[in-house]
């Protein structure tokens, strides 16, 4: 079983907690997440089964989008209300004010990582510092906030959507807020609704996997690797180009034929080689190869430089 499980995430798991289910559920240890949830989040989890664990660190660079809700007033060592209580501040700004604060957010800024998360500082995760009673340095990271609305306003509490870029922690975009208006404020419910193209209309609970799982279903809850790359251009391998392609190595455009590329009028460059192409693809433009049989076999990226394809993923071998 090769590719992508739309899981829906419910409180209480940590995302550990659902690849440990899974396993057990698909009887296979080639399994992983890309894009940690807090415990308290619930949501969409993309979940990498098989071939498809090579891609999790490429899915986890996608665009997020979150409903999350703040209370305004009070302030967390989690930065969410699951931890200690640090602070209580009567909250004195008006609607407009608030409204105001969160959007001069929109575009991006650079957010310290909060220290109780996943991220790794001297090559220990910072949420184990934090339990030991340690705080250290955080160097500040860009984050993109592409937008943000505000769906409901009831002080102290505010319930909103983000969509931003990779790498952005909720929680301290709402600490940040909090610090804005001078009384602090908490996370107190996340539920992420997107992860690249997988929107949390598609998702599944972990029951609906095992059932579908006890009846032979599971292609109903998979996203093919084939679908992942469907918008690349698609390009079929045959007689030495097909060998150098299972084999991971790099191609020719003289052994190919690139999608709307008129081939040469040089004839076959040899045994099972196509016409040799004018690519007109640019530097860096991936393509989606096919081996002889038809199976899907990697994605590659076009090089200028010797008009040549090299292995970005593979996936056979």
Same mark, same amino acid.
């Given at each position: 079983?090769?590719?992508?499980?739309?899981? &829906?995430?419910?409180?209480?798991?940590?995302?550990?907690?659902?690849?440990?289910?899974?396993?057990?559920?698909?009887?296979?240890?080639?399994?992983?997440?890309?894009?940690?949830?807090?415990?308290? %989040?619930?949501?969409?989890?993309?979940?990498?089964?098989?071939?498809?664990?090579?891609?999790?660190?490429?899915?986890?660079?996608?665009?997020? /989008? !979150?409903?999350?809700?703040?209370?305004?007033?009070?302030? &967390?060592?989690?930065?969410?209300?699951?931890?200690?209580?640090?602070?209580?501040? /009567?909250?004195?700004?008006?609607?407009?004010?608030?409204?105001? %604060?969160?959007?001069?957010?929109?575009?991006? @800024?650079?957010?310290?990582?909060?220290? &109780?998360?996943?991220? #790794?500082?001297?090559?220990?995760?910072? &949420?184990?510092?934090?339990?030991?009673?340690?705080?250290?340095?955080?160097?500040?990271?860009?984050?993109?906030?592409?937008?943000?609305?505000?769906?409901?306003?009831?002080?102290?509490?505010?319930?909103?959507?983000?969509?931003?870029?990779?790498?952005?922690?909720?929680?301290?975009?709402?600490?940040?807020?909090?610090?804005?208006?001078?009384?602090? =404020? %908490?996370?107190?419910?996340?539920?992420?609704?997107?992860?690249?193209?997988?929107?949390?209309?598609? =998702?599944?609970?972990?029951?609906?996997?095992?059932?579908?799982?006890?009846?032979?279903?599971?292609?109903?809850?998979?996203?093919?690797?084939?679908?992942?790359?469907?918008?690349?251009? #698609?390009?079929?391998?045959?007689?030495?180009?097909?060998?150098?392609?299972?084999?991971?190595?790099?191609? $020719? %455009?003289?052994?190919?034929?690139?999608?709307?590329?008129?081939? $040469?009028?040089?004839?076959?460059?040899?045994?099972?080689?196509?016409?040799?192409?004018?690519?007109?693809?640019?530097?860096?433009?991936?393509?989606?190869? !096919?081996?002889?049989?038809?199976?899907?076999?990697?994605?590659?990226?076009?090089?200028?430089?010797?008009?040549?394809?090299?292995? @970005?993923?593979?996936?056979?071998?």
């Amino acid at each position: 079983m090769d590719g992508i499980i739309n899981i &829906y995430k419910e409180g209480g798991y940590t995302s550990h907690d659902v690849v440990a289910k899974l396993r057990g559920i698909l009887h296979t240890k080639k399994i992983g997440h890309t894009g940690t949830l807090d415990p308290m %989040a619930e949501g969409v989890l993309p979940i990498c089964v098989g071939a498809a664990t090579r891609l999790s660190e490429m899915l986890s660079d996608h665009d997020k /989008e !979150y409903e999350a809700e703040m209370v305004l007033g009070s302030t &967390y060592d989690t930065l969410d209300i699951t931890g200690v209580l640090q602070e209580t501040r /009567e909250v004195m700004s008006t609607k407009e004010e608030i409204t105001d %604060a969160i959007r001069s957010f929109v575009g991006g @800024y650079d957010q310290v990582p909060p220290m &109780y998360s996943a991220k #790794k500082v001297g090559g220990q995760k910072l &949420y184990d510092l934090a339990r030991s009673g340690k705080v250290v340095e955080r160097k500040p990271v860009w984050v993109d906030i592409y937008g943000i609305d505000i769906l409901d306003m009831d002080i102290p509490r505010c319930r909103i959507r983000v969509r931003c870029g990779k790498g952005t922690y909720i929680r301290s975009l709402i600490d940040d807020i909090g610090r804005k208006l001078g009384c602090g =404020a %908490a996370m107190s419910a996340l539920t992420r609704t997107r992860s690249g193209d997988l929107a949390i209309d598609s =998702a599944h609970r972990l029951a609906e996997v095992e059932r579908a799982a006890a009846e032979g279903r599971l292609s109903d809850f998979t996203v093919s690797l084939e679908s992942l790359f469907s918008g690349l251009p #698609k390009i079929d391998a045959d007689g030495a180009a097909n060998k150098l392609l299972l084999n991971g190595n790099v191609l $020719s %455009a003289a052994m190919l034929k690139l999608p709307g590329s008129p081939a $040469s009028n040089s004839g076959t460059d040899g045994p099972g080689m196509k016409n040799a192409p004018s690519p007109a693809a640019e530097e860096g433009a991936r393509f989606r190869m !096919y081996d002889s049989s038809g199976r899907f076999a990697a994605v590659y990226e076009y090089k200028t430089a010797g008009n040549i394809f090299k292995p @970005y993923k593979m996936f056979l071998n």
